[in-house]
Structures are given as structure tokens and as C-alpha cells.
DNA sequence: TTAGGGTTAG
């Protein structure tokens, strides 16, 4: 039988019923803990008219705003359907806003709010931070203004906030300004300013603040840590660590990054093993310090212990991962990678699929990349740029600039990067005249301010078509200080053109900019072999011996059943180095019978005798390479090799003739391109 | 019915 409550025992059946009440709605707002629970309220709310009542409507917009619920598009619409919306209401939408990245929303809505009411201390710093986000300084200092008309100039939050917009802006004097007009100062004002000067490398003058600051947290502790990290003064960093009461897992992970940029591997793994607990961004530090300092096998080595260990990767995670792929050059390294991207349900739209594009074309699978960029569905600029990139340093120079007018078609505005990558296509391609038209495009058309990098692709341009003296000229006239890069772009051209006078020009000013580039001095080498000059060639060599330059040793890389295989020049260390050998020999003889005559004019050593030069030439790293690849490689796989320096000029030659003689496809990666040897020829068409 | 800085990977 019911239980009666007594409420209920006491109303008679026949007496009158008692007045309606209100639904009691504040309990059951209160008792809200997810997004279903506040939608269930909103319906409920919408039913019985309770909406109308306005602080139920702003109690409804704060719970969606609410940063463990976080809906703003609910909040947004619960907002508009509320007819005076007061300041509150206003505050909890734009700090929404802003905690959503839509800072720009959040300062449009700030301009609205200010037609009808005067920002109170909680609007202000909100809108500040959106500031911050954006680096928008400009409206940054225009709020300041306000501030300081509305008369909140000795506001602890908001003048906290100004600092912080400050630091972040790359404005550390105002900063300094608004904290030294502060009478009472506390804790998060100081550590705004710290946090300012360790952010901009100002990490002295963030110690001295440290030091004077009346009462300290782990906020001031880790700033000062990573302040010190980041610029590469580990001592220091590692010293304030030491010295911190106790650490938390962000001071842990402050110095564990610190270490990895800075390339001290040995003081990140003893930390890495002695912190008490690690989090995915302890994890991504390793993983992505590795890749930062070109240790990709040593980063994605880390990546499977990560997961071996059970955890979850991250979009960052990825990022990392696929660098680290794209470096190595390793395909069947990148499609393992990309499939566990799916598996764990990790998007390709964003940033990922930038990577994974560049790191299809990084691995030579320029087919893939298209496959990956044609599947986004909504493209933004660095897909697009990613994109013409990859296509570009496989010579594929038509496709590229196809999807570049498609690009420009969809209405995207390219900025410097894509133009970067349609001028190297253009060089890859040897298409002087496209090259010209683009750079004069970039800065007629889209107002783009030519950087050095996209010089340096105009001479290369130039060079790669003999037109020396112009490309001499335009360096003449730059702007800026020429690089290494472009001086070694025109000594190259020197060299495939043989112009002895420019050359030394260029070798000239290389050595000024960059005495240590070894390439210099191989690149002038060769010039004086190639004319005979050999007095010349031994003064250079002579120069490289007094200042202890090495020519960088040739290295060149295969994969094969998961494994890579390395071999430098003249190397016996394979195990299967007979084999390898007598295949050499083997190729020797077809190339022979086919015609081959060996082009020796970019040796470096001064020999006498032609045999000899052949004989260097013929230990050439890439031909280690192409024999273990013919023995090993499956007939129908194409052999992919991946190469530390340029290909040279016989190497390149062979490599054609060997792709016809064995009917084998060959994909070379050198220090700057690719190239699809097929059929006898290469997909540079001899410019590279 | 709102509550400053939020530091570490990218």
C-alpha cells in the first residue's frame, strides 16, 4: 500500500486543491552537473514559461557558460532569446567567448555591451585576455583607456589582466608601466610581470623581481624555470628547480622541456625517470625535443615506449610523431603512424593534416599527400600550401601551380610560405619565366614584402638556367644581407655552367657570411677540377686542412622489412656486403655495355689517374644503396633511398641508365629534392 | 546568477 506523505494526508479528497506553485526551479538549476542535465532544465524551463523570467534565463546562460559544461553555442542562444539581457549576462557570454578561442567575437560583443552599459571589473578582464589571445595591442591599449576612464586604474583583476596583455603582446615596458602604478601590489601581479620578463627572454630581470617579491607560489617558482630553460641557461633553470619548496608536475615538465630544446638529452632522461608522476605533456616534451633536434629515430623510438606503456597519444603527440617521420623519410614508418591516427580517432582536418601531407611528400609518396589533402573537406591556407610544397620538391611543378590557381580560385589569400613553395617548384622545374612572373605577382598583386627565402628561390631560379650575371645582379640589389644559402645557389650555378669568375665571387662571399660551410669549399673544388686547374684545386684543399674542414661524408639510407640500412662511402660493414659488391660489378658492366662513360669533373680529390677518380665515384654511398635495394627490394616495390648531400652529377646519370636497365623504378631524397628515376629518366629532367 | 594570473607539449 502507498504511504501517504503527511502534505498530501492532509488535504482532504474533497476539499479544495491547494494553490498552484511554481515549479520550484533554483534547487533543480543547482543540482545541474552536465550538459544533458541543463538541457533537460532549459526544456523543462521552456514548457512550463519559467524562460520568461529573467533570472532564470541568466541562470540557464551561466550553467552552459559554465566552464564544466562549456556549450557556448547554447549559451549564445539562450543570450538572445533574452529580451534586456543586464552586465552580467553580458560578462558570462564574452568570457565564454573568450575561454573558446572566438576572441574576436568576444571583443565584437565588448563594443555592443559598451552602448548600454559601463564594463564593470568582471568584463573588463575578460575582454583584455581576448586581447592577449589575439595579440591585438592596438585594441589592448584603446580598453587601457577606458579603464582608466571607467576608473578602475587601481583594480587588482583588471590591471593584472593589463599587464599580462602586455607581457604577451611584446609590450614588456607597458607592462612594467601599469605594475609600477600599482600602490598595493599581490601575488598574481607579480607573477604576471615575472611571467612577462620570462617570456621575453628578460629572465635577469625576472630573477630580480623574483627575489624582491614579497610572498612567492609555484606559478612564480615554474615561470622563472621555464624562463630560464627556454633561452638555454639550464644551470640556472635546473638551479631555481632545485631550490623550489616542492615541485609540481608543470615545474617538472618546465625543466624536462627546457633540457630537451637545449639538446641536453642526459639531464631530461634522469629527470624523465625520477619525476613521480608523468602526464602526456611530459611525454610529447620528449618526443618533440628529439624531433627539434633531428634525433627522429631517438623520438619516435620514445613514441612507441608511450604507447607500449599504455598511453594515449595526443594531437600534439601526432604532430610530433610525424615530424619525426617526415625526417627520417621512412614511408612504411609514416603509414604506421597515420594508421594509428585512425585508430585512435585522432582527426586529419587542422594542423595534423598539414603534417601528414608534408610528411607523404616527405617520404616520396607525393600520391598520398594528394590523397590526404583531397580528403579534408574544409582546407584551410596551410593545406593548400602544404600541398604545392610537397608537389614542387618532387619537380612536379605544373601540378602544383594547377593547385595553386584553384586555390586562388576558392578565394584564399596565399601569404609568403605558398609563394615559397610555387617559386621552388618553379626552380625544381628550371622555369625561369613562371619563376619571374610569381615573385612579381607576390609583391604586385598580394603586397607580399619579398623575404630573403624568396629571393634565394629567384637566383636558384636563375642559376638552375645560366643567367648568372642576373642572378649576381639581384643579389646586388636586395634589401637584406645575403645568406649562405643564396651564395652557395649562385656558386652552384657557377659550377653547372663552369663560370670560373663568378664562382670565385660567390665562394668569395660564402666563406665571409659562413667560413664553416665545407660544401664551399667542395662546391669551389670542383669548379677548378672541372677546368683542370689542379694547382687551384689543392689550394683549397690545402685552406679546408688549415681551418679543419671536413667535407661532410656521403650517407645514404634504405628501409627494408622495417629495418634501415645505412652506408657511407666505400663501406664493407653490411653483412651482405659480398653480395652487394659483386652486384656493383655486376651494374659496372651493364652500365659499361650500355654506353656509360663516367663523368668524373665533380671529384674532389686531386688524382692523376682517370681509374682512380672512376674508382671514387663508384664507392659513392647511393650505389651501396641501389645494389642492396636491386637485391632486396621486391621487382614490383619501387627501391627507395634517402640521401645526406646532393646526388652527383655521374650518379645521377647511372641512376637513370640502371632504372632502365633492370626495369626498376628509383626514388632518391637528397639534402633538398626528389627524384623518380623510371624508363631511363628523371623526373627533374636533368635540373636539379 | 560573473570572480584576476594559469605557468609545462603545440
Known amino acids: ?37 541543463v538541457k533537460r532544465a532549459h526544456a523543462l524551463s521552456l514548457r512550463t514559461g519559467a524562460f520568461d523570467h529573467p533570472s532564470i534565463a541568466s541562470r540557464l546562460l551561466a550553467l552552459y557558460a559554465d566552464p564544466k559544461i562549456n556549450s557556448l553555442s547554447y549559451a549564445r542562444s539562450v543570450f538572445d532569446l533574452i529580451r534586456h539581457p543586464d552586465l552580467i549576462s553580458w560578462n558570462i557570454l564574452i568570457k565564454c567567448y573568450v575561454e573558446n578561442q572566438r576572441s574576436h567575437d568576444a571583443i565584437c560583443l565588448f563594443h555592443e555591451l559598451v552602448h548600454e552599459f559601463t564594463p564593470d571589473s568582471f568584463t573588463l578582464p575578460s575582454v583584455i585576455k581576448g586581447c ?31 599587464v599580462s596583455m602586455y ?39 625576472a630573477l630580480q623581481l623574483f627575489n624582491e617579491m614579497p610572498e612567492r607560489d609555484y606559478f612564480s617558482w615554474t615561470c622563472l624555470v621555464d624562463g630560464f630553460a627556454k633561452c638555454g641557461r639550464l644551470d640556472i633553470a635546473r638551479d631555481v628547480f632545485d631550490r623550489m619548496p616542492s615541485r609540481n608536475l608543470v615545474s617538472w615538465n618546465a625543466m624536462i622541456n627546457g633540457c630537451m ?23 610529447n616534451s620528449m618526443i618533440s625535443g628529439y ?52 585508430k585512435h580517432g585522432i582527426e586529419s582536418e587542422g594542423v595534423l593534416g598539414t603534417s601528414l601531407i608534408d610528411m607523404y611528400s616527405k617520404c616520396g609518396s607525393v600520391d598520398s599527400a594528394l590523397t590526404v589533402f583531397r580528403m579534408i573537406s574544409k582546407k584551410k591556407l596551410g593545406h593548400w600550401t602544404a600541398v ?8 612536379k611543378a605544373e601540378h602544383a601551380l594547377e593547385i595553386f590557381s584553384e586555390m586562388c580560385r576558392t578565394g584564399l589569400q596565399p601569404h609568403a610560405i605558398t609563394f615559397l613553395g610555387v617559386l621552388n617548384a618553379c626552380s625544381h622545374a628550371g622555369l625561369v619565366e613562371l619563376g619571374r612572373h610569381y615573385f612579381k605577382m607576390m609583391t604586385n598583386d598580394y603586397g607580399i614584402e619579398p623575404t630573403i627565402e624568396h629571393y634565394g628561390c629567384l637566383v636558384d631560379i636563375l642559376c638552375r638556367a645560366g643567367n648568372l650575371e642576373e642572378a649576381k645582379d639581384i643579389i646586388e640589389g636586395m634589401p637584406m644581407r645575403p645568406n649562405k644559402l643564396i651564395w652557395m645557389n649562385l656558386l652552384s650555378g657557377s659550377r653547372n655552367f663552369g663560370n670560373i669568375n663568378i664562382g670565385e665571387y660567390a665562394a668569395r662571399c660564402l666563406i665571409e657570411v659562413a667560413p664553416e660551410t665545407s660544401g664551399c669549399y667542395v662546391v669551389l673544388s670542383n669548379i677548378y677540377a672541372a677546368a683542370g686547374k689542379w694547382d687551384k684545386v689543392s689550394s683549397v684543399r690545402e685552406m679546408m686542412k688549415k681551418r679543419g674542414i671536413r667535407k661532410e661524408p656521403g650517407c645514404s639510407y634504405i628501409e627494408h622489412k622495417g629495418m634501415l640500412h645505412e652506408f657511407n662511402v666505400g663501406d664493407k660493414s653490411h653483412p651482405q656486403a659480398k653480395e652487394i659488391y659483386s652486384k656493383m660489378a655486376e651494374m659496372r658492366e651493364k652500365l659499361k655495355s650500355a654506353g656509360h662513360v663516367p663523368d668524373t669533373s665533380q671529384v674532389l680529390l686531386c ?17 651501396l644503396a641501389i645494389a642492396f635495394g636491386l637485391i632486396n627490394v621486391d621487382s614490383g616495390t619501387p627501391i627507395r633511398i634517402i640521401k645526406n648531400l646532393r646526388v652527383c652529377n655521374d650518379c645521377h646519370s647511372i641512376t637513370k641508365l640502371l632504372s632502365d636497365i633492370y626495369n626498376r623504378e628509383i626514388i632518391v631524397r637528397d639534402n633538398s629534392r626528389f627524384h623518380h628515376f623510371k624508363n631511363g629518366l628523371c623526373s627533374c629532367k636533368d635540373f636539379w
Not at 500500500?1 to 526551479?25: A, E, G, K
Not at 642526459?266 to 611530459?282: G, H, V
Not at 604545392?388 to 619537380?395: D, N
Request: glycine content about 8%.
Open 388 to 395: 604545392i610544397v610537397g608537389l614542387g620538391m618532387h619537380g
Open 167 to 205: 607581457s604577451r603582446c611584446g609590450e614588456i615596458g607597458y607592462a612594467r608601466k601599469v605594475f609600477d602604478q600599482m600602490g598595493e601590489r599581490d601575488l598574481v601581479l607579480w607573477n604576471c610581470l615575472i611571467d612577462g620578463y620570462a617570456r621575453c627572454g628578460e629572465v635577469e630581470l
Open 607 to 623: 688524382l692523376e689517374d682517370e681509374k682512380e677518380k672512376e674508382a671514387e665515384l663508384e664507392n659513392h654511398s647511393e650505389r
Open 132 to 162: 592577449a589571445r589575439l595579440n591585438a595591442v592596438s585594441e589592448g591599449k584603446q580598453i587601457h583607456g577606458l579603464v582608466v576612464k571607467a576608473g578602475f586604474s587601481l583594480d587588482k583583476f583588471v590591471q593584472s589582466s593589463l
Open 291 to 342: 624531433e627539434f633536434n633531428g634525433q627522429f629515430m631517438e623520438a619516435l623510438k620514445l613514441f612507441l615506449v608511450m604507447l607500449k606503456e599504455g598511453l594515449v597519444p595526443n594531437h600534439t603527440t601526432f604532430v610530433g610523431a610525424l615530424s619525426a617521420v617526415s625526417g627520417l623519410a621512412v614511408l612504411s614508418k609514416g603509414k604506421w603512424v597515420h594508421s594509428l591516427m585512425v
Open 261 to 283: 630544446k637545449s639538446g641536453d638529452f642526459e639531464m631530461a632522461y634522469r629527470l624523465f625517470n625520477e619525476m613521480p608522476t608523468k602526464d602526456i605533456i611530459t611525454w
Open 1 to 37: 500500500m502507498l504511504q501517504l506523505t503527511p502534505s498530501q494526508s492532509l488535504h482532504h479528497p474533497l476539499s479544495s486543491p491547494p494553490p498552484p506553485q511554481i515549479f520550484p526551479f533554483s534547487p533543480f538549476l543547482q543540482s545541474c552537473k552536465t550538459q544533458h542535465d
